[in-house]
């Protein structure tokens, strides 16, 4: 008794111990991580201190001591806020305000003379080892998982500290100390740049770098400090840089303190671009005051201005009118904010996909006379003109990154047709009979089901609805008919087509899976494929048909045999012998409300491969299924947003946009990978198939 009472204490005693120090290690290694950020400010610290002690020394400058000690005097009083009132924020709000500013001090207080003495030295080798550092904080924060990402443009420290630095520039002379502030600016927008992951965030650090070490402070003929310059940078920019690889937040939620704004600060942001962009234009004009290559400079700067000017244009147009989409954007969102509805949702029902395709090339035309007016125009004496070219890049690269990543991520633009014909029996000619008056209250409270159903799945998926018809006594094949044609030819407010056309079927069908009409008529697949046809000869969208009738399977098997065109088929398998005590016979509606449910639902638990099921899924797809990628501007797509958004004198940019779109050039790997998944579409069908509009097709 004894023994087991013992080893019963022993256990409990161990399995306590060990989850202690699970608990310890999960701690000690945030602590870890915590300590190695304290030691490389603490190192950073010191390396200030010494390097102002030295500039004291050799200068006997009385300010630099005042300075100095009013610096100690901050941060001692940061220190008491901290730890003894727990002011947190404002404790390290004042200590990175004047981190930024002793650093900037340290890096433009600088002297051959100080080259020799010793103490220099061991500040260099500080601010080496800060940066080490810093950047192995940064690696090892967010290898371990200590980070957790919010959505920001710029984090408080990094604004603190750059606005330091540009305090400490002051100490210059006026020319000199705007062209800092406007690399301090540009340093800013850099940094968002790389958090926002635009497309073309890597190549403008590489530029940064080159031309702000190698041409813009060579140009101000001022003696800087390169280690205290390359610790400023380093530790600004590794958080970002980082991130770019580490970072797991979605298009929308990195870029959400700018799309979920207010329309008048997006609107000013707007006319703020504009505004940077024309004082890049007069400051490139300076260089028409060198008349010793006036030969080249007077017709380079005429051609490439005019064409500067027009793309800029077009660049401020494009702003103007992603903003007038996204308003409309935030009217819809605000107003279905209840039903669960997300902005990138809202977007791709506003064909917002297409818009950002169109003006990703646009942007990037705009970026790429920014890159040749900044080369023709090109100032190595004027710090100024860098500095706004390296502002003005960032920019325009983060315009050409949100259009980018939207014209990728966000789905197509969607339309739906709802066909419900409550007829359950059928004469022996095939025609469908109205229901015993017994049966209709039931049926209809089951049809009004149904129709709520797909009403409520268009608008959870913001499909445009193009009608939703109720028929006790079947539809003509000439009513259907009309109604089906004028549904095929939609078309988007921008002019295209709709990437997805979705056709909603419940009632009855004979054996062969036709749709049994009114007068002894049936609607056949192939009949319905050639309908299509004729309205999508020349375009790539796609048909999506969804059944809840008894025989949907004969409908399945067939579409799998066209080659043509993308369409898919979801259908309803329903048990023909159920066992009454266990489960209720299977009824139209019964499909649609549990498909409905599983699409609209993220909590649902519904499992279709569930067995036991008395209403399984079944669905087919045609044969190149796999190869459909959402509708890409076509030459008239372009043509016609031109129309609709810009001026005629942009007009033969047209088709340099028709060039550019026209490029393949990785055709060789896109071959490979298509007919990679057109043997998974053949061989193995998935269970779950998304579709990219936010629904599913399934199977059982």
């Known amino acids: 008794m004894c023994r087991s009472l013992r080893y019963c204490v022993s256990h409990c005693l161990y399995a306590a111990m060990t989850r202690l120090e699970e608990a310890n290690r999960e701690v000690n290694m945030h602590s870890s991580v915590r300590y190695l950020g304290y030691l490389a400010r603490i190192n950073l610290l010191v390396a200030i201190c010494m390097g102002l002690y030295v500039r004291w020394e050799k200068t006997a400058d009385a300010l630099i001591l005042v300075i100095f000690i009013l610096g100690l005097f901050v941060l001692g009083i940061a220190s008491i806020l901290y730890y003894y009132f727990s002011m947190e924020t404002a404790s390290l709000s004042l200590s990175n305000l004047w981190f930024g500013f002793l650093l900037g001090l340290l890096c433009f207080l600088n002297n051959s003379a100080f080259k020799t003495d010793v103490k220099e030295e061991a ?17 090892v924060e967010r290898i371990c998982g200590c980070i957790h990402y919010r959505p920001t443009l710029l984090t408080t420290v990094e604004f603190l500290e750059l606005v330091g630095f540009a305090i400490a520039s002051t100490t210059m002379l006026v020319e000199k100390s705007m062209s800092i502030i406007l690399l301090v600016m540009a340093l800013a927008m850099l940094i968002i740049d790389l958090r926002m992951k635009s497309f073309l965030a890597i190549p403008n650090l590489a530029i940064f770098g080159a031309i702000a070490s190698l041409l813009f402070f060579p140009s101000l ?13 380093s530790c600004l920019i590794s958080d970002p840089l980082l991130d770019v690889y580490f970072s797991g937040l979605s298009v929308t939620e990195r870029w959400k303190p700018y799309l979920y704004r207010g329309k008048i600060c997006r609107r000013l942001s707007v006319i703020s671009v504009g505004v940077i962009e024309l004082s890049f234009f007069i400051l490139a004009a ?3 005051r060198d008349l010793d290559l006036w030969y080249f400079v007077i017709p380079g700067f005429s051609i490439f201005g005019i064409f500067w000017m027009i793309c800029h244009v077009i660049f401020f147009i494009t702003l103007w009118g ?21 902005l990138d949702r809202v977007m791709a029902s506003k064909g917002m996909r297409h818009f ?47 259009f980018h990543e939207l014209g990728n991520c966000l789905g197509g633009t969607c339309v739906g047709y709802a066909v419900v014909i409550p007829t359950n029996f059928c004469s022996p000619d095939g025609q469908p009979t109205l229901l015993p008056p017994e049966h209709v209250q039931e049926l209809n409270l089951r049809s009004t089901g149904m129709l709520n159903a797909i009403q409520r799945f268009f608008a959870y998926h913001m499909i445009e609805t193009y009608g939703c018809d109720y ?17 095929l030819e939609l078309r988007t407010a921008d ?12 009632g009855h069908s004979h054996g062969t899976g036709e749709w049994a009409l009114a007068g002894g008529d049936a609607l056949r697949l192939d009949t319905l494929l050639e309908w299509w046809r004729e309205k999508n000869s020349t375009f790539c969208s796609r048909l999506i048909i969804v059944l809840d009738c008894e025989n949907s399977q004969p409908w399945v098997k067939e579409v799998r045999k066209v080659n043509d065109q993308y369409v898919a088929v979801q259908g309803a398998e329903m048990a023909r ?17 549990q498909w409905v449910e599983y699409n609209c639902n993220p909590d649902s638990n519904i499992s279709w491969s569930e067995k036991g099921r008395t209403v399984k899924a079944v669905y087919g797809v045609s044969k190149h299924w796999s190869d459909y990628t959402l509708h890409l501007p076509t030459g008239s797509d372009v043509a016609k947003h031109w129309m609709i958004y810009f001026p005629r004198i942009t007009y033969p940019l047209v088709h340099l946009a028709n060039w550019f779109c026209g490029l393949n050039l990785f055709w060789v790997c896109k071959a490979c990978f298509r007919c990679l998944k057109r043997l998974k579409m053949s061989w193995f069908l998935p269970t779950v198939l998304d579709t990219g509009q936010g629904f599913k097709l399934v199977k059982s």
């Open 495 to 506: 002019g295209p087509r709709h990437d997805t056309y979705i056709l909603y079927y419940s």
């Open 356 to 402: 950002c395709l169109i003006s990703e090339q646009l942007v990037f035309f705009s970026l790429v006379a920014t890159a040749v007016l900044g080369a023709v125009s090109w100032q190595p004496t004027n710090g100024i003109f860098m500095s706004a070219f390296l502002i003005v890049l960032p920019l325009e690269s983060m315009a050409h990154g949100l």
């Open 221 to 233: 003929h001022i003696p800087t400090n390169p280690f205290a310059l390359a610790c400023f940078f």
């Open 123 to 139: 500040t260099k080798y500080l601010l080496l080892s800060a940066i080490v550092l810093r950047i192995l904080c940064a690696l």
């Open 577 to 593: 012998v159920v066992d009454i005590e266990e489960a209720d016979p299977p009824q139209l509606g019964d499909f649609t409300r």
């Open 322 to 342: 992603f903003h007038t989409k996204l308003n409309d954007c935030h009217k819809v969102y605000y107003t279905h904010r209840a039903e669960n509805n997300n």
């Open 471 to 487: 028929s006790t006594s079947g539809l003509t094949f000439d009513t259907l008919h009309s109604k089906i044609k004028s549904f």
């Open 286 to 288: 300076f260089k028409l």
